[in-house]
């Protein structure tokens, strides 16, 4: 099968945020106090759609769990499901469960493309994607929830994923490395198509950044596997064709190799966020690392990514005052200081009235980072890994493949993706590394654009945005993804 080799498993340095969760205790009490006044705000309005119920499987599929709850007010501006699937190997003693989002497009939801929208990491949230700009409601500082004029899911079907397992309110057994993860989300997609049958014949798009650059090539790839044995008469039995058309990945990180080979010259040369001291130890160390990952590619073992890991985030200096997710801001590096949204966002989900709402477990902490998740793919060393590579046959099989990256980001940052796109091997390649970065006009963005319509492999860099595009950009982002899904030239 196409499944990639050990060797091409996974990514990079957790984004720095992860590892610094929201520690304040103030803010932690002022919060507590709004969720009690929420919470009773919800149960007075209950929850007008209908709530969750545990369902069998429709369709053709063998039988799964299902728990899913319907509503309009939690999140205002439309109507969106949530709740559970269970996935292979899922039974009540011991669960796999799947918890997702899925926002109706507010315009012709039953014709309209389906996103899936996944978070990095390993272990963030993709309930983030969904709070922090692309579904059709915003949070307040006061935890209720206003119109989002940016919203993808104006035009678009958002499905907000907790992947894998373990991250956000999915629950239960886990898996360890992209690979696995991969057949998971495919799983999952099968499961809520046979729950939303009508969504099955729309396009479907892929949506993911920073360790997304990991997930989503792997996800495709078993998503395209899976097509063809289904077409061949194999596959799952009872599963639908999944019209897989398109990727879109933000600041991400594909190929450990390429990622570190440039992370420097963004701190050091492209911007300020690294002075000459730093600078100077960081080319020092930069061999050794760029060495052991060469090596862990060759040899596919655990214990030679596990080192590569090793040397490559010794490396890695946080400066005081200074985010890596955009070199502009100037901030304590804590979650609350540099992005307070992503508490708020975390606050609100642990709501007992979001949980009821939502049908989610009530006895699960959301977390905007999973760090368990987190450590379980650091020990297999799945960030060291050239997960660029299975965009090859992607294209070759005519996905289409965006990357829009936010100029300001040192976590994952652009000259190493512009590197990575470079070294893909497709029919693009040549017409790719020779194009010029064309303004936007009218945007503070730049185009490089291979193939007719939005390209079928193109590079947007956007100023005045780092790793958080769609938080920093939301417009420009939402046009962005307009063109893309539509496939409608930029300019
Ligand atoms: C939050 O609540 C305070 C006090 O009720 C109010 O003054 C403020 O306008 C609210 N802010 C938002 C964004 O709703
Ligand atoms: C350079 O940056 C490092 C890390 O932020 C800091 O510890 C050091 O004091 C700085 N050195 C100079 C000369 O400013
Ligand atoms: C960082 O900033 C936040 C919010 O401004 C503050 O509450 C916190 O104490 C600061 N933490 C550190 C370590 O400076
Ligand atoms: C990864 O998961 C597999 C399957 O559960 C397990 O056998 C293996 O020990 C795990 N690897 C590590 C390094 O934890
Ligand atoms: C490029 O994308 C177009 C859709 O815009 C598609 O029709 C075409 O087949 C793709 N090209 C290749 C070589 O796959
Ligand atoms: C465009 O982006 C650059 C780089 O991020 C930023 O410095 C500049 O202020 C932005 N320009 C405008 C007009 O927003």
Redesign the pocket.
């Known amino acids: 099968m196409s499944n990639p080799k050990a060797d091409t498993v996974l990514p990079l340095q957790v984004p720095h945020l992860d590892t610094r969760r929201p520690r304040a205790r103030k803010g932690t009490a002022v919060a507590a106090l709004v969720a009690l006044g929420l919470a009773a705000g919800f149960l007075a309005l209950g929850d007008v759609l209908g709530r969750g119920r545990a369902e069998r499987g429709q369709h053709g599929l063998d039988p799964f769990f299902s728990q899913v709850n319907t509503h309009d007010d939690l999140c205002v501006g439309g109507v969106s499901h949530s709740g559970y699937i269970g996935l292979k190997g899922d039974s009540e003693e011991t669960p796999k469960r799947s918890f997702f989002w899925y926002f109706e497009a507010q315009n012709n939801p039953e014709t309209a493309p389906v996103i899936l929208t996944i978070g990095g990491g390993p272990g963030t949230s993709g309930m983030l994607n969904a709070l922090l700009g692309q579904s059709h409601c915003a949070l307040t500082e006061n935890l209720t929830t206003i119109r989002n004029p940016n919203a993808w899911s104006e035009n678009f079907n958002v499905v907000a994923l907790d992947h894998p397992v373990g991250v956000g309110f999915s629950y239960g057994t886990h898996v360890?490395n992209s690979v696995d993860a991969a057949y998971d989300a495919y799983d999952f997609l099968v499961k809520f198509m046979s729950l939303y049958p009508h969504l099955a014949k729309n396009q479907l798009v892929l949506a993911g950044g920073s360790y997304g650059g990991v997930y989503i090539p792997h996800i495709a790839t078993v998503i395209h596997e899976q097509n063809t044995l289904l077409a061949r008469g194999g596959g799952t039995h009872g599963a639908v064709h999944l019209q897989l058309e398109s990727m879109m990945v933000s600041n991400p990180m594909s190929d450990y190799l390429s990622h570190n080979r440039w992370i420097m010259h963004q701190r050091c040369y492209y911007t300020d966020l690294y002075n000459a001291s730093t600078c100077a130890t960081a080319y020092e160390a930069l061999p050794f690392c760029l060495e052991a990952v060469q090596l862990a590619y060759a040899l596919g073992t655990?214990e030679a990514r596990v080192h590569a890991l090793e040397l490559c985030e010794a490396n890695q200096v946080e400066v005081p005052g200074r985010s890596f997710e955009n070199v502009e801001k100037r901030c304590n590096g804590t979650l609350e200081d540099c992005m307070p949204e992503g508490v708020r966002a975390a606050t609100f989900m642990n709501l007992p009235g979001t949980k009821a709402t939502l049908g989610a477990r009530e006895d699960i902490t959301f977390r905007s980072v999973d760090l368990e998740v987190n450590r379980?793919f650091h020990?297999?060393g799945d960030e060291c890994q050239q997960a660029h590579l299975l965009y090859e046959p992607l294209l070759a099989a005519g996905y289409r493949l965006l990357h829009y990256i936010g100029k300001l980001d040192a976590n994952c940052a652009w000259p190493g993706v512009l590197s990575t796109l470079k070294l893909i091997r497709s029919q693009y390649q040549p017409a790719f590394a020779a194009a010029p970065d064309v303004p936007w006009a009218g945007e503070n963005a730049t185009l490089r654009v291979v193939g007719p319509g939005a390209g079928n492999f193109t590079y947007v860099l956007m100023g005045g945005a780092g790793h958080f595009v769609t938080h920093d950009q939301p417009a420009l982002v939402k046009k962005i993804v307009g063109h893309w899904v539509g496939n409608v030239p930029f300019q």
């Open positions: 360890n655990v379980e020990a297999v």
